[in-house]
């Protein structure tokens, strides 16, 4: 089975810290990808990595950065958190290559609070 | 970006009713998968489908992949009160590494 873990469930953060949320995949994944998911807007892509050091911007990537050092690791990075970036974010990760199949899997979710 | 057009938004039903939700997308998907997210989790994979008019079944769920390519039909039959939480659906298009996700449909059971 897939496994995408993600470091916390919950963070509770005051405006204008550091975040780092971890993500770790232990399926050899190509592609890792970050998503916030807010009532009523879905899911949000906001950096997408297909590679080690190699990230593109998803469609709300402002406020926020990424570090993939390592294959099965992918950082999402608030650089100084605002009220605004409560949410929950969600990791996932898929196969990558050329292949038809290329199912996300996704991690349990961290809800993050910044009061 | 864009997002697929999910409906119905939510859905409260008794228990034993069958439920349908469909999503449409203005652009030609190859791939269609639908998700279940259950309260305060991530969302699992329920069914994947890879070709024009394929019908796959999961236990009581069926999911259709719309001919046109444009669309697809999640159902579920003799609903169950685990069944509770939000369906997504997702398109992806060949050779596009990401995904397109519709809104969800939140799925209450009334006791």
């Known amino acids: 089975d897939v496994k995408v873990t993600q470091s916390s469930r919950y963070l509770v953060k005051r405006t204008g810290e550091k975040v780092f949320l971890e993500c770790v995949q232990d399926?050899?994944?190509?592609?890792m990808f970050w998503y916030r998911q807010d009532p009523g807007l879905g899911l949000r892509l906001i950096y997408f990595?297909?590679?080690?050091?190699?990230?593109e911007k998803g469609d709300i990537p402002e406020g926020y950065s990424v570090s993939r050092e390592k294959k099965e690791r992918f950082s999402l990075i608030l650089e100084s958190a605002s009220t605004n970036q409560t949410s929950m974010y969600l990791c996932?990760?898929?196969?990558?290559?050329?292949?038809?199949?290329?199912?996300?899997?996704f991690g349990a979710g961290t809800r993050l609070s910044v009061l | 970006g864009q997002q697929l057009n999910q409906s119905p938004q939510s859905m409260f039903i008794q228990e034993g009713e069958d439920v349908s939700m469909n999503c449409t997308s203005s652009?030609?998907?190859?791939?269609w998968l639908w998700y279940k997210q259950d309260p305060g989790e991530g969302p699992v994979l329920l069914i994947a489908?890879?070709?024009?008019?394929e019908l796959t079944s999961n236990g009581r769920l069926t999911a259709q992949f719309g001919i046109t390519r444009k669309d697809s039909f999640l159902n579920i039959s003799a609903s169950i009160p685990s069944d509770v939480g939000i369906y997504f659906c997702a398109g992806r298009s060949f050779g596009n590494e990401k995904l397109t996700f519709g809104t969800g449909t939140r799925l209450t059971i009334i006791p």
């Open positions: 652009s030609i998907f190859n791939t």
């Open positions: 990595s297909y590679d080690v050091k190699m990230k």
């Open positions: 399926m050899d994944h190509e592609n």
């Open positions: 489908l890879y070709k024009a008019g």
């Open positions: 996932a990760s898929s196969l990558g290559g050329t292949s038809g199949q290329n199912i996300q899997y």
